[in-house]
């Protein structure tokens, strides 16, 4: 009975482990698949209170691997009174100690402004999607085991729960526990669910639309639900493009200073009109 | 509704394309005295962006034409008041740039900020600043464009070197007396001269997760020292110096660290009997921002010291200013609220106590509400303008 016991209870921690490294590796599989050596996109950013809208901007993303490090700017084109507030944001490779680098630049102030990277809590643009949520997926900072299978919408999903691994990543996401739906063939999060410090569900993240892009799957609709605050916010991507042959320089703070017009992404995209 | 316009000249394939981008917009506002209880503004002002880019040159302006019925049959302005700030057009900026194999060129009238500072100036020498409403905007709202050349040369580690060449030696513009700030300083001083040319050299680089740059400027003091004729009528002078100054910023834990630090060589100012004395003068500054979610909080200190200084010299031996400042947006941004404070620790002292509150409706509307509080001794330089307590409304619209 005892070896029987024992036997039952070597079996789940050894089943827990292999969900633990299971649920690593697919993750894993989401953080490196295939989505290009660049990316750009236009973008409508949309905040909404039941129905009526509070807040929309529209920017151009762009995106770079330049070694082992993702570069990312996002350059606002409206409304008139916010053009040309950008950022630029310099993500190392996970398992590296280097914090991530942030820069703003203020057109009303003409000047480049470094910002902490170690708290990503707060709105990006006053909407529902923090700094943290536009970060590329992070392995290591989290325990994440696979919880169950699912169908969403008629794709089939890992369901993956996620827990801080230190106080210091609470702190920087401001987030106790993810619960993430993981596409199993295309390797893509079509859901995730955000809770607080006292285990409630505060924020919902839904995929709206997934498109082939150039033969890249590519998230084109999402929506973060805020369900305390009765908001919800809406990224739409407009004329995603990859691989273009974005230029390092792009990436620079002189360049943003410089301001990325509208003719530096028709001259990526022989599109002429944002 | 924006403005975007735009002309193919030629088909995608080329890439030769032109654009132009025009967004105008209509303010208008009102400022009240709430010391003295009187209207101190009533402005309608009609202001415009245009960008217009083709494959190798673009042109940017940004400008408005303003009229303050304040002063229409108002006893309390004078006439010289009504004559500086009745009806104004000013060039916020307008020039051509380019680009030739990393070197980014521009040409025109254009403001340059240098250093890392918020609102106070150590190493920001270039542009003058226009006092009409004294220090109560942000410093960017009152810096006057220079007609300069600046060539901002790019190497492929990213490090950057600026190098820019002012064509007219302009002044700092201050009210003329009985103006809402109306007051002695250099009542009536304005200069500006073709041909007085300064010189100015940033290089900035990226060492040890540390933005670092190195400063260089030769030119004209942005204040005068002032002299008298024979017939004792007062003549103002712009005298030469030399700076050298640094800066850097660097993130520590969820700080940012920020300071700039300068010495000016060949100083000029004013002894008790209107002679000149040259001095060097060393000013530094220390900064430190905090972000906790979505609030942004800063303090910073900044001082001066002049070598040699004198008691009988007309500017005080230093001039320590600490400043605090919070803000935050509520309700996606809509409303965005700031408040600060400042205190220039010397001859009594003096604070300047600052709430500015924006509200956006909608994508056309922009509202905003400042208020502004002064005290302190009358012989500090923001306790002189103890009396000017002021509410300034605004709104935007947005074509």
Not at chain 1, 70 to 87: C, G, Q, T, Y
Not at chain 1, 93 to 104: I, P, R, V
Not at chain 2, 19 to 27: A, D, E, G, R, V
Not at chain 2, 134 to 151: E, H, N, T
Request: with cysteine; aromatic share 14%; charged share 25%.
């Amino acid at each position: 009975m005892k070896l029987t016991c024992f036997l039952a209870s070597m079996s789940i921690v050894f089943s827990a482990a292999t969900y633990a490294e299971d649920a690593d590796k697919i993750l894993q599989q989401v953080r490196d698949r295939n989505d290009g050596k660049d990316y750009l996109s236009t973008v409508t950013l949309r905040t909404l209170s039941e129905d009526s809208v509070l807040n929309q901007r529209q920017f151009y993303m762009l995106q770079k691997d330049i070694e082992k490090d993702e570069v990312m700017v996002l350059a606002i084109k409206a409304p008139a009174d916010v053009r040309d507030i950008s950022f630029l944001m310099r993500s190392f490779e996970e398992g590296t100690a280097q914090e991530d680098e942030q820069w703003m630049y203020l057109p009303a102030f003409r000047k480049v402004r470094r910002i902490s990277a170690t708290d990503k809590r707060g709105a990006f643009m006053g909407s529902e999607y923090s700094y943290y949520d536009l970060d590329k997926l992070r392995v290591t900072d989290f325990d994440s085991k696979v919880i169950k299978t699912d169908m969403l919408d008629g794709v089939e999903t890992y369901v993956i729960e996620r827990e801080p691994k230190s106080q210091d990543v609470i702190n920087k996401s401001g987030y106790y526990k993810l619960v993430t739906w993981v596409d199993k063939q295309r390797k893509l999060i079509l859901k995730q669910q955000y809770y607080d410090a006292k285990g409630i569900l505060f924020k919902q993240l839904d995929i709206d639309k997934v498109e082939k892009v150039q033969d890249i799957w590519t998230i084109t609709a999402s929506t973060m639900s805020n369900f305390v605050e009765n908001k919800k916010s809406t990224f739409l991507f407009h004329e995603t493009l990859y691989n273009q042959g974005v230029d390092d320089a792009i990436f620079r703070k002189s360049k943003l200073k410089r301001g990325i017009k509208d003719s530096d992404v028709a001259e990526l995209t022989k599109i002429s009109e944002l | 509704m924006r403005w975007l316009a735009l002309i193919v000249m030629g088909s995608a394939s080329t890439s030769s394309y032109a654009n132009l981008y025009i967004q105008p917009n209509l303010t208008t506002s009102f400022g009240y005295n709430v010391s003295e209880h009187y209207a101190t503004e009533q402005r309608v002002e009609l202001a415009t962006k245009l960008e217009f880019s083709t494959e190798n040159i673009d042109f940017t302006f940004d400008g408005r034409v303003e009229h303050d019925f304040v002063y229409n049959n108002n006893d309390r302005f004078s006439i010289d008041a009504q004559d500086q700030y009745e009806s104004r057009a000013i060039i916020e900026e307008a020039y051509i740039s380019g680009e030739i194999s990393n070197r980014f060129w521009s040409f025109g009238y254009q403001k340059v900020v240098w250093g890392e500072a918020d609102d106070l100036r150590v190493v920001d020498v270039i542009n003058p600043l226009d006092y009409k409403d004294f220090i109560f905007f942000d410093i960017d709202d009152y810096r006057l464009a220079v007609p300069m050349f600046k060539l901002d040369y790019e190497y492929e580690n990213g490090d950057t070197l600026n190098i820019i060449t002012t064509l007219q030696q302009l002044s700092n513009e201050y009210p003329a007396p009985r103006a809402e700030f109306g007051n002695n300083y250099y009542p009536n001083s304005e200069q500006t001269q073709w041909g007085k040319y300064e010189l100015g050299l940033r290089y900035s680089t990226f060492a040890l997760a540390t933005d670092v740059s190195l400063y260089a400027f030769h030119g004209y003091q942005d204040d005068p020292v002032v002299t008298l004729s024979p017939s004792e009528r007062t003549l103002y002078s712009y005298e030469k110096f030399s700076m050298l100054g640094t800066s850097l910023s660097k993130p520590i834990d969820a700080f940012v660290l920020r300071s700039e630090f300068a010495y000016f060589d060949n100083y000029t100012v004013n002894d008790s009997d209107l002679s000149f004395k040259n001095v060097n003068k060393l000013e530094a500054l220390i900064g430190l921002d905090y972000r906790y979610k979505d609030w942004t909080t800063t303090l910073q200190f900044t001082d001066r010291i002049l070598n040699g200084w004198q008691p009988s010299y007309l500017i005080p031996k230093s001039a320590p200013i600490y400043t605090a400042s919070a803000e935050r947006g509520f309700f996606a941004n809509q409303l965005y609220i700031r408040a600060a404070v400042s205190y220039l620790d010397n001859q009594g002292g003096g604070a300047l106590s600052q709430l500015k509150l924006t509200y956006k409706p909608n994508q056309q509307w922009v509202l905003k509400l400042n208020l502004d509080l002064i005290e302190g001794d009358q012989e500090n330089y923001l306790g002189a303008q103890q009396q000017r307590d002021r509410i300034w409304l605004a709104a935007t619209y947005y074509f």
